[in-house]
């Protein structure tokens, strides 16, 4: 790679240096958003004790459901993992190691971590069971938790274009989780549907900077639909 | 008669007022959306990053990138904006949504809820629950009053994990619409058809009952 190309050609290029053991955060919600190749590069390396945060499991065939099924994950640190009943039945096993953590709370812990602040006081959990063993403080009248941020050796993320210094646009709800992980992950892998020469993305339209981003890889994507809603056309 | 989903769905949307920012949850939160009246602007906020959401789309317009929390497919109206999950709950937890309307399986007298989990049951996760009770001044659950063996669902104290501690202030359940405060559920209006006694019989956090209670009116 020279200067600022981040383009890589293989999978292989675009995740190279993860090994067994690592932290990683992967974009999406539900499967909005979510980078769907180099998830399936995960399961064709095999790499395993992975700690995953991501808001959500996949499904049982899809997204990370395809690395739970193959146990390469010990720990998963989510918000809602309803729709995978692999995951629910390797966390009752005691398989896997489950840290269900409230949605906006995930969302600032990874926000927090890309911006170098190490912890922060939410209202968020207190007084439930996500508060114990954690620092409360009142401040102005009202109860917090102190919650630690996040961060991790890869972050996995899809956005919809980048040009190839890594400036980002993200395309609609598929956006979620992607822009806070792409700041919280030592290495930021992007996925993305187009890749464009620099200045042809308007500066005033990106979303995440190209300073956060390390490699970038275009692919085509399933874009698996979990709830197919549709009203009949008139 | 107990209220019907629809009903319950129906009696929340009068709580909606022009101009206001909602984030309905799952379940029958979500059906408030067919319920707001003519002429009525509401702006409905979807924790996974959209302010402005619209109906179902068609076949046509079906697009895998655009969905609600529900994780539905769904289209945006005009106006609307798509953001991040921290911008998303800098909004909620910031206040800045003026209403909010979900689901519990419990609350109790000093406006605890319970929504996410059942030791031994399924565990799925609390989502962005925890942080829109926690976030929200305004916030209305719906709920059944009653399990079907007519055990209460409204109670001295919360049984189960809470999403929530002393944050909930209103109440609207199949039977009743109750207002949380002082230590107790207040009962402000009744069912079409339903008597104060059944309303006292299925409340075990203590009630204050009025002496003239109206009927609810769609």
């Excluded at chain 1, 911006?115 to 114990?132: D, N, R």
């Excluded at chain 2, 669902?153 to 501690?165: A, F, H, I, N, R």
Aim: charged content about 20%.
């Amino acid at each position: 790679m020279a200067g600022f190309n981040k383009v890589v050609q293989s999978y292989d290029q675009a995740l190279a240096g993860l090994t067994d053991n690592m932290t990683l955060m992967v974009g999406g919600f539900g499967l909005c958003g979510i980078p769907e190749g180099l998830i399936n590069h995960m399961v064709t390396l095999g790499v395993t004790g992975l700690t995953a945060i991501s808001n959500n499991a996949g499904v049982d065939d899809f997204g990370l459901g395809l690395l739970l099924k193959q146990r390469q994950i010990s720990t998963m640190i989510a918000s809602y993992v309803g729709e995978n009943a692999t995951f629910e039945q390797q966390m009752l096993s005691g398989e896997l190691n489950v840290i269900l953590t409230p949605q906006g709370t995930l969302a600032e812990k990874i926000r927090a971590g890309g911006a170098g602040i190490p912890a922060f006081f939410t209202a968020t959990g207190y007084g439930t069971p996500i508060a114990e063993g954690k620092e409360t403080r009142e401040i102005k009248g009202r109860h917090y938790v102190l919650e630690e941020s996040l961060t991790a050796d890869f972050a996995l993320i899809r956005a919809w274009k980048a040009d190839t210094m890594g400036n980002l646009v993200f395309r609609k709800t598929a956006a979620n989780f992607n822009p806070m992980m792409a700041t919280a992950g030592k290495i930021t892998v992007v996925e993305v549907e187009e890749i464009v020469q620099p200045g042809e993305l308007d500066p005033n339209h990106i979303h995440t900077p190209g300073i956060y981003v390390d490699r970038v890889i275009q692919a085509t994507f399933e874009k698996r639909i979990e709830q197919r809603t549709v009203k009949s056309a008139k | 008669m107990a209220l019907s989903r629809e009903q319950l769905a129906q009696r929340v949307a009068k709580e909606l007022q022009d101009g206001f920012y909602v984030n309905l949850g799952i379940g029958i939160p979500t059906l408030v959306a067919n319920y707001i009246p003519q002429g009525m602007q509401v702006m409905l906020q979807s924790e996974n990053g959209l302010l402005g959401m619209g109906e179902f789309p068609t076949e046509e317009t079906l697009d895998a990138d655009l969905i609600n929390a529900g994780k539905q497919t769904v289209t945006a109206v005009d106006g609307a904006s798509f953001f991040s999950s921290a911008e998303s709950f800098a909004m909620i937890r910031g206040g800045h949504v003026d209403l909010t309307v979900l689901g519990a399986f419990e609350v109790d007298v000093n406006g605890s809820i319970a929504s996410w989990m059942i030791p031994g049951k399924l565990i799925k996760g609390m989502g962005g629950a925890m942080d829109l009770v926690a976030g929200a001044d305004n916030i209305i659950v719906t709920m059944m009053h009653a399990d079907k063996h007519g055990n209460s669902k409204l109670l001295p104290v919360c049984e189960l994990p809470l999403t929530g501690y002393g944050c909930i202030k209103r109440v609207i359940t199949d039977l009743a619409f109750l207002e949380i405060k002082d230590g107790a559920f207040h009962l402000l209006e009744r069912a079409p058809g339903v008597s104060v006694e059944e309303i006292i019989a299925k409340t075990a956090g203590k009630l204050v009952v009025p002496e003239h209670v109206e009927e609810m009116k769609f």
